[in-house]
Structure formats: structure tokens, C-alpha cells
């Protein structure tokens, strides 16, 4: 059976790929970085602002919209790119995360994961089959598998079992599928900083693999030493599937991003850029800037002086600093539109310089200046 969601590698650069991905609603140019909109929206985001800054693909969440406005509500207006007007790629997380990271985790079982959710208080279960019966309802181009996360920096005894937990709940979820030929379904590796636990969980995946369009590795940038994530990465992103996309969960801090380029990884999504900007935190080329930082109050420079998005064009540092020390919503709006336009950028150019095979220089160039802030 053809899948949906099919990868072409194009060019590689040492181990750092440059490819295009075909989703049902679109092509995706990688390596790529997803914005996060967990409630239907990417927060203070237009779906056009999303494209004029050369957004490709978005996610949306499980937990999230299953809770509030209800998965059967959005199917109702015809699934999530209708409801919220966004035509191109949606990859939809499955939920387990996030039941363990925002729900009051009641009880994990085999059938499933009960918890109270963190609006209201109310009782629910997640399960493998309701999880991708969700995603179905959401008609997302991407479906994640419903698996078990253990706490960051879990020890090999509560790693093991819950592998061999998530390998039983992945081989449910390939059951439970209700459309395999519109949506592509993504296994997501574990084993959290021990090599032959990540060698497990893909082994055991992989004996599924023709029901799969995507490798995610899940379980990395949870408070470990970034050495160890850097190492995990080295070791495993290699030994999945050549002709399939990989997807790094949870990334989305520039150095981190570029090592897991240099790794082999293709996706990757993050809360942070749209999170920090919020708070008045902006990405520059030289590292991150605080832009309440009573030092900007005069200054006139943007907030990037080699950014050359809409916001960097049009306003100044002490003007944005305003904006948020009067607790303006311009000022939340214009940080998030440039830390989102600055990510999807720095992997525009990290693609450019893979199919000019200059990645290493690339990279060791960002770094160079970045770490200088
Ligand atoms: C263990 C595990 C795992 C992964 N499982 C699923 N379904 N979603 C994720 C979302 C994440 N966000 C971040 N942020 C650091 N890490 C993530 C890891 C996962
Ligand atoms: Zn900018």
C-alpha cells in the first residue's frame, strides 16, 4: 500500500540531509521547523502571517482539543484545517506527552492512561485506539503514535517495560487507524540516554515499519546534559529509515536545532520560540535578547540587526521594549512573529548550505556568532 506522507532525500551534506516531504495538503522543503499551535491557533498568530514568514507545516495537539472544543466539534466544521483556515501540512501529537506533562496523571495501565484534565478537574482515559480516533476526527497529514513518556532522566528499570509497553501500544494504534491512506502515522522511538534502550525501541518499531511514514525520536531535550542528548542523537538518528523523515520532538533552541541537523533529523517543533517571545525574549544572531532590559530603552537598532522580517524592518528595540512594558499586545505579537520568522530562517539557510554541502562550515559559523551574546 502507498503511504501518504512520502520523503525524497535530494542531497546529503556528511550526515545532514536536505529533502522533500509530501503530505496530502502540501510539500515540505527540510530540514524544517514546525510551529506550535497546541489550541487550533499558533498564539497571537494569523494563518497568513504563519505563511507570509514561510511556516510549511504546523502542530496542533490531542490532549489539547480533545478537551476543549472536543474532537467531534472540529470534525463537525470539517476537520482542523477548516476550523482554523490553515490549508498546508498539520501534524497532530498524540497526547501521550502531554497527559503526563499537563494532565493530574491519574493512573497508567495497559489498556490505556487515566487522568484529570487541567481545565476542569473532570475524569478521562486516553487510550492507543481513542488517541488515533482522535487524530482521525482531526484529519491532521500527520498522526503520532500514542505512546508512554517517562519522566525526563528515567532510570533503565522504568525505561525497559514501558518500551515493551509503547511497542504494544504502537502495534494498537496501527490497528486502530481508521484512514492509513490520507493520514501518515509517525513511530516515535524511546529509550531515553542509553543506546542499547534507543536500539530496542527502533528494533521493535521497526517490525511495523510498512504502516509507518516517519520516525520520531521522543524523549531527548528533557534535562539531560546536552552531551548526552548530543550523543543519543549521533547514535540513533542514522539507524532509522534512509528513505523516511525523521522528526526530533521538542527542539527548538538554535544550537540544539542545528546539532540535530548535523545528526540527520529533518523535523523538529518547539513551544519555545512562541513561549519566550511572549515574555519578551527574542532570538538574535548573537544569542538571545531580554528586550525589558531597561539598556533598550534608547536603543534604535531592530531587534536583529541581519533579520530581515517585517519586524526588523519596521520597528526599533526601545519601541518593542515599550510595547511590553505597557503590557501592550503588540508587543507579544511582534516578538513571537520574528523568534518564529528567525527559526524557520536559520533552517532555510541550514537547507541552502546542505545542497551546497557547506553544512559544517555553516553551523560552525552560527555558533560562533551566536554564543557571542
Ligand atoms: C518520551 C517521549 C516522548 C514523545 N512522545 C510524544 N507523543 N510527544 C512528545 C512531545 C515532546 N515535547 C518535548 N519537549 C522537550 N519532548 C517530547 C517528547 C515526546
Ligand atoms: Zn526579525
Not at 180 to 187: I, K, N, S
Not at 239 to 256: A, F, I
Not at 315 to 324: A, E, M, S, V
Amino acid at each position: 500500500r502507498k503511504l501518504p506522507v512520502t520523503y525524497e532525500l535530494q542531497k546529503k551534506s556528511g550526515k545532514a540531509r536536505a529533502g522533500k516531504i509530501t503530505a496530502p495538503h502540501g510539500e515540505i522543503e527540510t530540514p524544517v521547523f514546525m510551529p506550535v499551535g497546541t489550541q487550533a491557533t499558533v498564539k497571537t498568530m494569523t494563518p497568513e502571517e504563519l505563511e507570509s514568514i514561510g511556516s510549511q507545516i504546523i502542530l496542533g495537539n490531542t490532549y489539547h482539543l480533545y478537551l476543549r472544543p472536543g474532537d467531534d466539534l472540529v470534525a463537525k466544521f470539517g476537520g482542523l484545517h477548516k476550523f482554523m483556515n490553515w490549508n498546508k501540512p498539520i501534524l497532530t501529537d498524540s497526547g501521550g506527552f502531554q497527559v503526563f506533562s499537563l494532565g493530574s496523571l491519574r493512573k497508567i495501565t495497559e489498556k490505556g492512561v487515566e487522568f484529570r484534565s487541567h481545565i476542569d478537574g473532570s475524569k478521562h482515559t486516553l487510550t492507543p485506539e481513542k488517541s488515533i480516533h482522535i487524530q482521525n476526527n482531526l484529519g491532521s497529514d500527520i498522526v503520532m503514535l500514542f505512546d508512554e513518556c517517562p519522566p525526563g532522566l528515567s532510570s533503565r528499570e522504568y525505561i525497559i517495560p514501558s518500551i515493551e509497553r509503547t511497542t504494544r501500544w504502537a502495534r494498537r494504534c496501527v490497528e486502530a487507524h481508521q484512514r492509513p491512506d490520507e493520514q501518515g502515522l509517525f513511530a516515535i522511538v524511546q529509550g531515553g540516554i542509553y543506546e542499547d534502550l534507543r536500539d530496542k525501541s527502533l528494533n521493535e518499531l521497526s517490525e511495523m515499519d510498512s504502516a509507518f511514514s516517519g520516525y520520531a525520536i521522543g524523549g531527548l531535550a528533557v534535562g539531560e546534559p546536552r552531551e548526552d542528548m548530543y550523543r543519543i542523537l549521533d547514535y540513533i538518528v542514522e539507524k532509522c529509515p534512509e528513505n523516511k523523515p525523521r522528526y526530533l520532538m521538542g527542539v527548538g533552541e538554535p544550537l540544539d536545532m542545528l546539532e540535530a541537523v548535523e545528526s540527520g533529523i529533518d523535523m523538529m517543533d518547539c513551544v519555545q520560540p512562541t513561549r519566550i517571545g511572549r515574555h519578551g525574549t527574542v532570538f538574535t544572531k548573537y544569542g538571545r535578547l531580554v528586550i525589558k532590559n531597561a539598556s533598550y530603552a534608547e536603543d534604535d537598532r531592530p531587534l536583529d540587526e541581519d533579520c530581515d522580517c517585517y519586524v526588523c524592518r519596521n520597528f526599533k528595540r526601545g519601541y518593542i521594549r515599550h510595547l511590553f512594558k505597557a503590557e501592550e499586545v503588540l508587543g507579544q505579537r511582534l516578538a513571537t512573529y520574528h523568534n518564529l520568522y528567525f527559526l524557520l530562517k536559520l533552517m532555510k539557510d541550514a537547507r541552502k548550505a546542505i545542497l551546497e554541502d557547506r553544512f559544517k562550515e555553516f553551523k560552525d559559523e552560527f555558533i560562533k556568532n551566536y554564543n557571542m551574546g
